[in-house]
T-cell receptor, first 114, second 114 residues
């Protein structure tokens, strides 16, 4: 019930295309849903995040769509660029005693071809 | 921009030895975390730490592991009697006490147990 399921495992997109990564969760106690971007040799870096009272959040080329009833959320990268090539992790946070530990999906390796 | 720093970047240790991984969180942050990522797998929560005590720990964080904030700036993860399966990337993260602030990750320590 603490799991976050992420798909696809890998994704290849042409420059200028739209990249879509999907995540699903079971635990309705999750109340914060961030996306992290990770380049090789680096730690995860926050890309964009959403709370369940909002159905969509957009920051530049990155958009999170959130479907509370389906317990699903997705990341859309518009006009994908080769520099977007990285591994993307969705995550969910549950607040227990204020720790806000993150539960991560398994990651999606995105390759944007020039 | 302030960042979480981790040392060393790579640690090679013989099985059965003790290892200490070091982290310097962002200076005004009050919540501290350790995560690990076994090669090719997802990032997994180990422990959260607040107000000089553990606030939550996962089942991975058994008696072999301990955390400490020995002074006002460092946050350490100690692994006693290391095992082969402890080989992984270990990430430290920190977060401020302000609500809706994300966890910021360091670039990790690659731990290799021989």
């Amino acid at each position: 019930q603490q799991q976050v399921k992420q798909s696809p495992q890998s994704l290849i997109v042409q420059k200028g295309g739209i990249s879509i990564i999907n995540c699903a969760y079971e635990n309705t106690a999750f109340d914060y849903f961030p996306w992290y971007q990770q380049f090789p040799g680096k730690g995860p870096a926050l890309l964009i995040a959403i709370r369940p009272d909002v159905s969509e959040k957009k920051e530049g080329r990155f958009t999170i769509s959130f479907n509370k009833s389906a317990k699903q959320f997705s990341l859309h990268i518009m006009d994908s660029q080769p520099g977007d090539s990285a591994t993307y992790f969705c995550a969910a946070s549950i607040t227990q005693g204020g720790s806000e530990k993150l539960v991560f999906g398994k990651g999606t390796k995105l390759t944007v071809n020039p | 921009e302030p960042e979480v720093t981790q040392t060393p970047s790579h640690q090679v240790t013989q099985m059965g030895q003790e290892v200490i991984l070091r982290c310097v969180p962002i200076s005004n942050h009050l919540y501290f975390y350790w995560y690990r990522q076994i090669l090719g797998q997802k990032v997994e929560f180990l422990v959260s730490f607040y107000n000089n005590e553990i606030s939550e720990k996962s089942e991975i964080f058994d008696d072999q592991f301990s955390v400490e904030r020995p002074d006002g700036s460092n946050f350490t993860l100690k692994i006693r009697s290391t095992k082969l399966e402890d080989s992984a990337m270990y990430f430290c993260a920190s977060r401020s006490s302000t609500s809706d602030q994300p966890q910021h990750f360091g670039d990790g320590t690659r731990l290799s147990i021989l």
